[in-house]
């Protein structure tokens, strides 16, 4: 596996990726499809700090962004996470994450914040190994279907 920063021409895998992710659901709070442009002010957009990506064959299964989030206190950054599915759960996300912490660290950032659905156990358990502990809770966050799905913050301080 490769793990390298995110350039342009990787916007449509990663489009697909998250697509596909959405289609599935309950592990992300996007609940329609997104487009090509807005995953590439992953890269490329106003408060963008880093987005990497994984590949395996030339092929992108992965990729994690990390930026300036609105209402985020000072030093703190916003990361998410997006792994093809079927592909979770086997070192992908900790292998971006050791990318974006190094340049979170370069970039000043102190604290990386996560938010995460409630319901999604697997993206819990990814942010809890790399170290993240609770600071908040949203517990009546609910989707366009009006379903409470709740969402937990949580923070690695750097």
């Known amino acids: ?36 442009d807005a995953l590439r002010a992953y890269i490329d957009g106003r408060g963008a700090i880093c987005c990497f990506v994984a590949e395996v064959g030339g092929e992108v299964i992965g990729f994690q962004a990390l930026g300036i989030w609105p209402g985020l206190p000072e030093g703190w950054a916003d990361v998410g996470t997006f792994v093809r599915p079927g592909l979770q759960a086997k070192g992908t996300g900790s292998a971006l994450f050791a990318a974006t912490c190094a340049a979170a660290r370069a970039a000043g950032v102190r604290v990386i914040n996560a938010t995460i659905r409630a319901d999604n156990r697997p993206g819990l358990a990814f942010y809890a190994r790399q170290g993240f502990r609770d600071h908040g809770a949203d517990p ?4 366009a279907s009006g379903q409470r799905v709740g969402r937990v913050h949580r923070r690695l301080d750097l």
């Open 1 to 36: 596996m490769i793990i390298r920063p995110a350039l342009l021409p990787d916007v449509a895998a990663m489009a697909a990726i998250q697509n596909e992710i959405i289609r599935i659901g309950g592990t992300t709070a996007y609940e329609t499809e997104r487009s090509e």
């Open 140 to 143: 009546d966050y609910r989707l």
